[in-house]
T-cell receptor, first 112, second 108 residues
Framework: SQTIHQWPATLVQPVGSPLSLECTVE??????LYWYRQAAGRGLQLLFY??????ISSEVPQNLSASRPQDRQFILSSKKLLLSDSGFYLC???????????FGNGTRLTVT | KNEVEQSPQNLTAQEGEFITINCSYS?????LHWLQQHPGGGIVSLFM???GKKKHGRLIATINIQEKHSSLHITASHPRDSAVYIC??????????FGAGTILRVKS
């Protein structure tokens, strides 16, 4: 069966510090991978998606970047966090083509 | 105007009531997803549909492509159904656009 792992679950970081959130998927190959952010009281916002290794599409220009160094690994990074980067970050995967989305448990990031 | 509009934004129901959550969208889509977000934040996919109707347990999802509208129904609601329900549409080109969510609280 397929599983998705996302860590850490919670993170408190000072402004200006770097960020690295990792997401891995097991039990499938060549998945589409997504990073979403949910600000407090707001809906989900797509940040990045990837249809293959090294292929990253950015939806919203911002302080974040994403990388896909391996087929089932998706990393969300920042060199210098801003207060506005606080939020709930979710990784998701799906098989290519029309498919059900599967979400990780999320990372709650607080930038102080 | 958002591409995906959900109504109501908040809904409180008594246990056992029949619940309907609506989703309207303004763009052409290839599929529509209904998601459930638990209080802890985890999200579960309930349905993906591109036409007609799907049923899973007490949950029913319908979509009318011509009217650009979908509904999620919960029969015999229970406090454990309390969650945020999110509609998301997949535009042609694969982009997913999310509604803001409907906060449902079912009281016993």
């Amino acid at each position: 069966s397929q599983t998705i792992h996302q860590w850490p679950a919670t993170l408190v970081q000072p402004v200006g510090s770097p960020l690295s959130l990792e997401c891995t998927v097991e039990g499938t190959s060549n998945p589409n991978l997504y990073w979403y952010r949910q600000a407090a009281g707001r809906g989900l916002q797509l940040l990045f998606y990837s249809v293959g290794i090294g292929q990253i599409s950015s939806e919203v220009p911002q302080n974040l970047s994403a990388s896909r160094p391996q087929d089932r690994q998706f990393i969300l990074s920042s060199k210098k966090l801003l207060l506005s980067d606080s939020g709930f970050y979710l990784c998701a995967w799906e098989r290519t083509g029309l498919s059900t989305l599967h979400f990780g448990n999320g990372t709650r990031l607080t930038v102080t | 105007k958002n591409e995906v509009e959900q109504s109501p934004q908040n809904l409180t129901a008594q246990e056992g009531e029949f619940i309907t959550i609506n989703c309207s969208y303004s763009v052409g889509i290839s599929a529509l997803h209904w998601l459930q977000q638990h209080p802890g934040g985890g999200i579960v996919s309930l349905f993906m549909l591109s036409s007609g109707k799907k049923k899973h347990g007490r949950l029913i999802a319908t979509i009318n492509i011509q009217e650009k509208h979908s509904s999620l129904h919960i029969t015999a609601s229970h406090p454990r159904d309390s969650a945020v329900y999110i509609c998301a549409v997949r535009e042609y080109g694969n982009k997913l656009v999310f509604g803001a969510g409907t906060i449902l609280r079912v009281k016993s």
